[in-house]
């Protein structure tokens, strides 16, 4: 690959513009009972009509992004608004926590188990109501914003299965995305607030869940920071750490902090050479840091947004560096990622790949894949090849 930016960028908006956000268009939405599909098969077809939270939130966030950073096109934002209603009508419980899932009609399915709901439910309504204006989308917002500080602490709260007081952990999830989804509410929060959060935040990830031996992101600590060696305690998400260090980027730029930026680049080549797989190519799942056998059993399965989160670290770190080692690491990624996720004979991209890279399941979408990674790091890839193509 050389160093052609501006075709790059060419690349990457083509296939968020003409091949992915079509396919949702045509196929996830419910017209008629509010919402979104997302479980759908390699063709678009519907295979299952059950609506879980994180997944309609993000659809909302990302069609509300796109006509606020891509064009004002009204049916953007109508697609946005169709899923906000639904949400805002059926998506909590009468203590104002989100649902895991509904079925088809919005009747709840799965109990608000954990706060990530809400993260998603802040992220969306504050996206919507800065494309529509709408005073109840942002007391929405901010609603939800609230839980997620509230109940940060203790996500789970009654729904933890883990027995008191033997062995506390804290999961890296819950601070890196509280991180990027203050900003995400930048527009809407005080200012002495958002620059709280973020130095907390910042200071959490960078401090207790980095282990400064190995230059290694672990994914569960002990509340004071310190290493618990069991399965939990050991594991490894190699995606989470890549994606957290983009969001550490860019809040570092916003502030110009050149240190901290250097630091999250460092830690993101730490974990490709940690967890790239060398026979076979691609990033894996999960990982042991001690080299045990981890406990998922589907730890070297490769997966579509481990990839696409790495895409857009290593731009966004180049572009911020010009590190050589981003470059190369890119070229490597990009090869592997765009050969064997996106689809050649339809729309949008496969989520789930075996070790040796074969589809796995050709869905592309479902209880957890939905219409978020793909577009959003395509659009993010996009927007940093641009500028890097101004840079030349």
């Known amino acids: 690959m050389n160093y052609d930016f501006q075709e790059l960028a060419k690349l990457y908006k083509d296939t968020l513009l003409d ?3 079509p396919f949702w268009e045509q196929n996830s939405i419910d017209w008629e009972q509010g919402g979104y599909f997302t479980c759908l098969d390699r063709a678009g077809k519907v295979y299952d009509t059950d609506k879980f939270i994180w997944l309609q939130n993000r659809q909302v966030w990302t069609f509300s992004m796109l006509y606020n950073r891509v064009e004002q096109r009204s049916e953007w934002l109508k697609i946005a608004g169709h899923g906000a209603s639904f949400l805002a009508e059926h998506g909590r419980d009468p203590q104002g926590n989100w649902y895991f899932a509904l079925d088809r009609a919005g009747q709840p399915l799965v109990q608000p188990y954990n706060i990530f709901s809400d993260c998603f439910a802040a992220m969306a309504f504050s996206q919507y109501a800065l494309a529509d204006g709408e005073p109840w989308a942002k007391e929405v917002a901010l609603q939800a914003y609230q839980n997620v500080l509230r109940r940060k602490d203790d996500p789970k709260g009654r729904y933890n299965k883990t027995y008191p007081g033997t062995r506390s952990l804290k999961s890296l999830a819950v601070p890196m995305i509280l991180a990027n989804l203050t900003l995400e509410m930048s527009w ?7 620059d709280r959060v973020l130095d907390l935040t910042v200071q959490e990830v960078m401090t207790d869940f980095l282990d400064p031996q190995s230059g ?5 600590v002990v509340p004071d920071g310190s290493q618990s060696d069991c399965f939990e305690g050991r594991s490894i998400n190699p995606g989470h750490g890549i994606e957290a260090m983009w969001f550490i980027m860019d809040i570092a730029n916003r502030r110009q902090d050149r240190d901290t930026i250097d630091r999250a680049v460092d830690v993101v080549l730490n974990i490709l050479n940690f967890a790239w797989d060398d026979r076979y190519g691609g990033l894996y799942y999960f990982m042991d840091a001690d080299g045990h056998p981890p406990q998922q059993l589907e730890w070297n399965q490769k997966l579509w947004w481990v990839h696409v989160e790495t895409l857009v670290a290593l731009a966004m770190g ?7 080692a981003c470059w190369d690491w890119y070229q490597k990624v990009h090869k592997y990622t765009w050969k ?3 689809d050649p004979n339809g729309g949008e991209w496969f989520g789930y790949l075996d ?4 589809v796995l399941l050709d869905l592309k979408g479902g209880k957890w894949k939905g219409c978020f990674h793909v577009p959003r790091a395509l659009l993010m890839c996009w927007h940093e090849f641009e500028a890097l193509a101004k840079q030349v």
């Open 216 to 220: 290694l992101m672990y994914e569960n």
């Open 340 to 342: 064997h996720f996106a």
């Open 188 to 194: 809407l929060l005080p200012s002495e607030e958002l």
């Open 355 to 358: 070790r040796q890279g074969e």
């Open 19 to 21: 091949n992915v956000i």
């Open 318 to 324: 180049y572009r911020l560096t010009g590190r050589a």
